[in-house]
């Protein structure tokens, strides 16, 4: 089938930092299924464009991803997809679309909403409508049924992040993305786990992937960057996980193994305020020159009212 996954323009449309992951990763395991696909990031695209391009495109199925900071704008392109291609399936997905798939259904034609983690149960649902079948046997689920909103039963993460194929880089044009800001160089953003075991308040993460922490192999993520550093030209990185220095073993891994590729590469990272200062030192050879650290607040109030387990004298 043809698949179109979108990342919808911004309110002031602007060039974006990065490509999204999400709609890469889904967009991987659909290609993966046999499926067309086209990722469509119009941050910087009028209305009118994307619709042109839609259109173009004659999707079968259309999937956008949805912030809760820009569901208006998930709203206008399935509204938008609706218009222009009457036949095609619409989907959403994405933490907004996860927490409140009521929501979507009440403020657009979406037929159905992907709830949680995506590549499975975006992969069943494709195969389900390809052949005519039965979605309510689809796990991670929502869709409406005689005016009814229906949840199927949920869906399970995938415990090994080594079975799910590499984003689809080849479908972004790195040129055309702002990158690391302090740092002039083709940069690419690189997820290397999911999901993070502490509860701060305000974070999304713990709904939508669970108190877990799940972490791609080092050699798994090494492949990703290599090849983002020979097909790509990439030569900066932002690793993207919720809390990259949550196991200090590993980040030496990955240093080590950065160090020993001799790629001319710096990187940035976020964590947490109680990296051990030997993990610090081996991300600093490998490459390392920028660490956002989730300080939040000074106040030991604050900090518990958040639900952060750090503390002032911890981030001191």
Not at 97 to 120: C, L, R
Not at 185 to 208: D, L, N
Not at 251 to 278: D, F, H, N, T
Request: net charge neutral; glycine share 8%.
């Amino acid at each position: 089938m043809q698949v179109v996954l979108v990342n919808p323009p911004r309110v002031a449309p602007c060039r974006a930092d990065f490509p999204p992951l999400g709609l890469g990763c889904i967009g991987a395991i659909a290609q993966q299924a046999g499926h067309k696909v086209t990722i469509l990031d119009a941050a910087a695209w009028s209305w009118e464009e994307l619709r042109g391009r839609i259109r173009d495109c004659a999707p079968d199925v259309l999937g956008v991803t949805c912030w809760t900071i820009e569901r208006g704008q998930a709203w206008q392109v399935l509204r938008a997809a609706r218009e222009a291609c009457p036949e095609a399936k619409l989907v959403a997905g994405g933490p907004h679309a996860s927490a409140f798939p009521d929501h979507v259904f009440s403020k657009t034609p979406a037929d159905y909403v992907v709830i949680g983690e995506g590549e499975h149960t975006f992969r069943e649902l494709l195969a389900a409508l390809e052949r005519d079948g039965d979605v309510s046997v689809v796990a991670g689920l929502a869709y409406k049924r005689d005016g009814k909103i229906v949840r199927t039963e949920p869906r399970a993460f995938e415990e090994n992040l080594d079975n799910l194929p590499m984003m689809l880089h080849e479908q972004f044009d790195y040129s055309q993305y702002n990158g690391l800001h302090d740092m002039q160089r083709r940069a690419a953003a690189v997820m290397t786990s999911r999901g993070c075991p502490f509860r701060c308040i305000f974070c999304s993460s713990s709904v939508y992937w669970g108190r877990r922490l799940r972490q791609r192999s080092v050699p798994n993520v090494m492949t990703e960057v290599e090849y983002l550093y020979h097909q790509k030209g990439i030569r900066a990185i932002l690793f993207f996980d919720d809390n990259l220095l949550i196991d200090s073993k590993r980040c030496v891994e990955l240093s080590k193994a950065l160090i020993e590729r001799k790629l001319e590469l710096v990187w940035a990272a976020e964590g947490s305020v109680r990296g051990e200062l030997e993990t610090l030192q081996w991300m600093k050879k490998a490459g390392c020159y920028r660490i956002d650290f989730g300080v939040e607040s000074g106040s030991p109030s604050i900090l518990k009212n958040i639900g952060k387990s750090s503390t002032v004298e911890d981030t001191r």
